[in-house]
């Protein structure tokens, strides 16, 4: 049953990065607006195929990618079923928020589209901001829920022993892989602007999957 979550998790942490990119791939032209930086000038000219058809992948990445995380627990509760207990539902509580904030996000180019065809780039910068603002607590606390406390836990279990994986498997979550995606960022290089930062967190949930089969 472990192996078959463990692949389950691998393909929806895949199927969530092709969600991103959809959603995040903009390239090197696109310019942040607004006072909150969160909007991008390249929303006008992508695609709204791109926008539905990523807020659909989500549907079925979340769910899916939860399954590699619950296959380390699962492997965990043999030895500590509290601590596996708990992270769980940490975890299935972010992955809740998770599709909440992905879709939230697809969302928003769609809004300014329909507001900047009228020709109101205030109100558009306005409505946009004034949105995020409202979910602010919910989307950074199930974030943090989703990727940053589970994996800081993971991290710590393999080094103490908890989780028998090799000590490298340190590297097997989102959080060390959202570094090395602002990494590639940073070079300022054309070709890593939004690759592959904008899809490091969902190939870090994949790679649960992955380190789920090696405790197998």
């Not at 990119?21 to 090197?28: C, R, V, Y």
């Not at 000219?45 to 627990?73: E, T």
């Not at 928020?97 to 900047?116: S, V």
């Not at 190939?203 to 405790?215: I, K, N």
Request: overall charge positive; charged content about 10%.
């Amino acid at each position: 049953m472990n192996t078959i979550l463990a692949v389950i998790g691998i393909i929806g942490g895949l199927i969530c990065a092709v969600a991103d990119l959809l959603l995040d791939l903009k390239g090197p032209q696109n310019k942040k607006l607004g006072k909150m930086g969160i909007i991008d000038s390249e929303w006008e000219n992508m695609a709204h195929w791109r926008f539905v058809w990523s807020a659909i992948l989500a549907m079925f990445a979340v769910p899916m990618y939860s399954c590699g995380f619950i296959a380390v627990m699962m492997t965990l509760h043999k030895g500590h079923p509290v601590i596996a207990t708990v992270l769980t539902v940490i975890f299935l509580i972010g992955a809740m928020g998770g599709f909440m904030i992905h879709t939230f996000l697809c969302q928003q180019p769609t809004i300014y589209r329909k507001i900047i065809a009228k020709a109101d780039q205030k109100l558009a910068e306005d409505v946009i901001q004034s949105t995020f603002k409202q979910i602010y607590v919910p989307f950074f606390a199930l974030y943090s829920m989703l990727v940053i406390i589970p994996a800081i836990a993971v991290i710590v279990l393999i080094i103490m022993g908890f989780i028998n994986a090799p000590i490298w498997c340190v590297i097997l979550n989102p959080v060390v892989f959202q570094l090395v995606g602002f990494l590639f960022r940073a070079t300022k290089l054309d070709i890593f602007i939004d690759a592959p930062s904008c899809c490091a967190a969902s190939l870090g949930l994949a790679s649960y999957g992955l380190l789920a089969l090696l405790c197998v």
